[in-house]
T-cell receptor
Framework: EPEVTQTPSHQVTQMGQEVILRCVPISNHLYFYWYRQILGQKVEFLVSFYNNEISEKSEIFDDQFSVERPDGSNFTLKIRSTKLEDSAMYFC????????????FGSGTRLTVV | ELKVEQNPLFLSMQEGKNYTIYCNYSTTSDRLYWYRQDPGKSLESLFVLLSNGAVKQEGRLMASLDTKARLSTLHITAAVHDLSATYFCAVDNNFGNEKLTFGTGTRLTIIP
């Protein structure tokens, strides 16, 4: 079964540093998303991406965050200057399109900001 | 703003018993999803419910959707230990830019 691949699985970074989280979507999927989950809490929407541009972003997705698909395959989330409260599990999700298809989530990147 | 509520938040049940997790949501939507999450792991898709009255079953789990009541249920039959996990429902807002809004999750513990 096709998978959404995320790297790294775990990243520890110092406060103020930039991080880039990477996702390789399923090849025929058209819609891409980033979600985050703070430990023990629910999953929160960050941003959706379609046709090489942001479709929607949440209040969490402020100027410190950006997404891009630099080479047509990888889908990246960049946090420019990390804060302690950015510590969370970040999930990439992709969707093929069409009403009957669901969302496939990647294995996640655990980001720890120290 | 779409709100999704689950109850209970925590559920501890004995093996062999039946129980139901409830998921209520606040605005019109025809698409509801159930996911399972083991500690420190990703979200595993369990069910995709796409219309009013949809019912799906997989093993000891059965999910249903009532769009008029804005309610979905996840029913567990004769629980076994390996069903212990956190279960999330999520609703797709189906107004143009689809995205999932998740419920708070139900942490299920099955006691031998």
């Amino acid at each position: 079964e096709p998978e959404v691949t995320q790297t790294p699985s775990h990243q520890v970074t110092q406060m103020g540093q930039e991080v880039i989280l990477r996702c390789v979507p399923i090849s025929n999927h058209l819609y891409f998303y980033w979600y985050r989950q703070i430990l023990g809490q629910k999953v929160e929407f960050l941003v959706s991406f379609y046709n090489n541009e942001i479709s929607e972003k949440s209040e969490i997705f402020d100027d410190q965050f950006s997404v891009e698909r630099p080479d047509g395959s990888n889908f990246t989330l960049k946090i420019r200057s990390t804060k302690l409260e950015d510590s969370a599990m970040y999930f990439c999700a992709t969707r093929r399109g069409g009403l009957s298809y669901g969302y496939t989530f990647g294995s996640g990147t655990r980001l720890t900001v120290v | 703003e779409l709100k999704v509520e689950q109850n209970p938040l925590f559920l501890s049940m004995q093996e062999g018993k039946n129980y139901t997790i409830y998921c209520n949501y606040s605005t019109t939507s025809d698409r509801l999803y159930w996911y399972r999450q083991d500690p420190g792991k990703s979200l595993e898709s369990l069910f995709v419910l796409l219309s009013n009255g949809a019912v799906k079953q997989e093993g000891r789990l059965m999910a249903s959707l009532d769009t008029k009541a804005r309610l979905s249920t996840l029913h567990i039959t004769a629980a076994v230990h390996d069903l212990s996990a956190t279960y999330f429902c999520a609703v797709d807002n189906n107004f143009g830019n689809e995205k999932l809004t998740f419920g708070t999750g139900t942490r299920l513990t099955i006691i031998p």
